[in-house]
């Protein structure tokens, strides 16, 4: 079902701020996509390149009776007819090309994105599936966003572009209002960007079926790769009426989509019936407060364990 929109009082460090702000579900999707292609300066590199895809080629490299060459994914798009003169394709191997790209050594990709590595052909494809140094996508929740790019610019993206909110601060009290809560489903929003420690944290929020239950679900991202956001924690508190429901748990990296993160149920999920109960009155509204903070974990180097670094 499409949704208007969700009206959310936020604050940071604790304090309500009287303004509601409104968050649309739907969003354009941005067509500013920076670069990350690197073509280094080598004639046999340009060898390599498909002529239709423009993507290194891998064996099998094929080619045509006048020497013409390109690769086996776009061999069955072009229905096998050359590109280049036409004539029939044919099952001949290049195997001459693919003895030469076996002796290169190519710079990643990204390397104008600060990857210093230098890789044997065969190997380069598959470290710039996992490079650090490989632009991140949006994390933008609720509309389907093709930017890319480092956390500077996605920060300022989401902030200019989606409308984020942005705060500083390490604790924060959100409250969720919405007049027809049932009829929400599957719905997504990602309402506010936390900068602390130095690193930047998006809270999202969806409503969805949890098999034949509706549920609400919140969790955080951290605007970095795994390893780094295994360095922090973080808790989300909900309740009224003498009940309350706490999680605690690692930030997702962005590398793993907000689909991906409410699929696998890491985060805070209040079944509807609880939260129309933590919302008081005659549960016709939505009225949920959540509060929660981010912690580091910081290494104790004489006891050799972890211990939280509180943000003041």
């Given amino acids: 079902m499409e949704l208007d929109s969700i009206e959310c009082v936020s604050s940071s460090d604790g304090i309500d701020e009287e303004e509601i702000h409104q968050h649309h579900f739907l969003s354009k999707p941005h067509t500013n996509i920076i670069s990350s292609a690197i073509s280094p300066a080598t004639s046999v590199h340009e060898l390599l390149e498909c002529p239709v895809c423009t993507n290194s080629?891998?064996?099998?490299?094929?080619?045509?009776?006048?020497?013409?060459?390109?690769?086996?994914?776009?061999?069955?798009?072009?229905?096998?007819?050359?590109?280049?003169?036409?004539?029939?394709?044919?099952?001949?191997?290049?195997?001459?090309?693919?003895?030469?790209?076996?002796?290169?050594?190519?710079?990643?990709?990204?390397?104008?994105?600060?990857?210093?590595?230098?890789?044997?052909?065969?190997?380069?494809?598959?470290?710039?599936?996992?490079?650090?140094?490989?632009?991140?996508?949006?994390?933008?929740?609720?509309?389907?966003?093709?930017?890319?790019?480092?956390?500077?610019?996605?920060?300022?993206?989401?902030?200019?572009?989606?409308?984020?909110?942005?705060?500083?601060?390490?604790?924060?009290?959100?409250?969720?209002?919405?007049?027809n809560p049932r009829e929400v489903e599957n719905a997504t929003w990602m309402l506010t960007v936390f900068n602390c420690f130095g690193q930047y944290f998006c809270l999202h929020f969806e409503a969805f079926q949890l098999g034949m239950a509706p549920v609400y679900m919140a969790f955080l991202r951290f605007m970095g790769d795994e390893a780094d956001a295994r360095n922090y924690s973080y808790s989300l508190e909900v309740g009224a009426n003498g009940r309350k429901l706490i999680w605690e748990g690692t930030p997702r990296s962005i590398r793993d989509s907000h689909r991906k993160v409410r699929d696998s149920h890491d985060g805070l999920i209040i079944q509807r019936n609880m939260a129309l109960f933590f919302s008081g009155g005659d549960r016709k509204e939505l009225k949920l407060r959540v509060t929660g903070r981010i912690w580091k974990e910081q290494q104790n180097s004489d006891a050799g364990v972890c211990i939280p670094n509180l943000c003041s």
Avoid: W
């Fill in 57 to 179: 080629m891998y064996p099998p490299i094929h080619q045509c009776h006048n020497g013409h060459t390109l690769c086996s994914t776009c061999k069955t798009r072009v229905h096998n007819r050359c590109p280049t003169c036409r004539q029939e394709l044919g099952d001949i191997r290049c195997l001459a090309l693919e003895k030469v790209a076996e002796s290169l050594e190519l710079p990643c990709k990204y390397c104008s994105l600060g990857c210093p590595e230098i890789f044997p052909y065969y190997s380069k494809l598959k470290h710039e599936a996992q490079c650090n140094f490989r632009p991140y996508n949006c994390p933008y929740a609720g509309s389907e966003c093709s930017v890319v790019g480092d956390i500077p610019f996605l920060v300022s993206h989401l902030r200019d572009y989606h409308k984020v909110d942005m705060h500083t601060g390490c604790t924060f009290n959100h409250r969720y209002v919405k007049s």
